[in-house]
T-cell receptor, first 115, second 114 residues
Framework: QQQVKQSPQSLIVQKGGISIINCAYE??????FPWYQQFPGKGPALLIA?????SEKKEGRFTISFNKSAKQFSLHIMDSQPGDSATYFC??????????????FGKGTKLSVKP | KAGVTQTPRYLIKTRGQQVTLSCSPI?????VSWYQQTPGQGLQFLFE???????NKGNFPGRFSGRQFSNSRSEMNVSTLELGDSALYLC?????????????FGQGTRLTVV
């Protein structure tokens, strides 16, 4: 059972364009939604994260939009650059009390930004 | 501040052998989680340790085990290796307590089983 569904699998965007990656989740107990960026040969790096009490969060060129009723969230990369070419993973987590819970990841989106 | 350190970076093992991977978390982080990354299954949670206790476990066979030491360093062990265990094994560390949910990953250990 895939609890976090991510689309598209791959994405090609022109330099300066907007990259949009979407995720949908099933478990309403999820309370933390991070996005990770992974370059080949590296571990995933935390990019930006949001909690369900906020509908949007922006950090530089990266924005998360969150729709609690639809159980969907998305990553928007504005003014995409060739250096943004990487694989992006959305994730979700539950955490209660002192427990960290565990991250449930989407399958990933391979982004290529063409110069 | 040093990041999450995983050793070794690369390993080649033969079917049936066992392997031990090591993870040193960010200083002050008490939670360590392990994930397996493969092209087919993506990133899958193995287990989480906090204060030397396994707090959470994913859906992996008992051949996969781990432990955490008093200095928060963690090791994972895979016994009786199978070809399908070939993967990138990632360790993530995070602070303990409510609200401290950011997880930081190491570069991983690439395990190849032949």
């Amino acid at each position: 059972q895939q609890q976090v569904k991510q689309s598209p699998q791959s994405l090609i965007v022109q330099k300066g364009g907007i990259s949009i990656i979407n995720c949908a989740y099933e478990n309403t107990a999820f309370d933390y939604f991070p996005w990770y960026q992974q370059f080949p040969g590296k571990g995933p790096a935390l990019l930006i994260a949001i909690r369900p009490d906020v509908s949007e969060k922006k950090e530089g060129r990266f924005t998360i939009s969150f729709n609690k009723s639809a159980k969907q969230f998305s990553l928007h990369i504005m003014d995409s650059q060739p250096g943004d070419s990487a694989t992006y993973f959305c994730a979700a987590k539950t955490g209660a009390g002192g427990s960290q819970g565990n991250l449930i990841f989407g399958k990933g989106t391979k982004l290529s930004v063409k110069p | 501040k040093a990041g999450v350190t995983q050793t070794p970076r690369y390993l080649i093992k033969t079917r049936g052998q066992q392997v031990t991977l090591s993870c040193s978390p960010i200083s002050g982080h008490r939670s360590v989680s392990w994930y397996q990354q493969t092209p087919g299954q993506g990133l899958q949670f193995l287990f989480e340790y906090f204060s030397e206790t396994q707090r959470n476990k994913g859906n992996f066979p008992g051949r996969f085990s781990g432990r955490q030491f008093s200095n928060s360093r963690s090791e994972m062990n895979v016994s009786t290796l199978e070809l399908g265990d070939s993967a990138l094994y990632l360790c993530a560390s995070s602070l303990s307590g409510r609200g401290n949910t950011e997880a930081f990953f190491g570069q991983g250990t690439r395990l190849t089983v032949v």
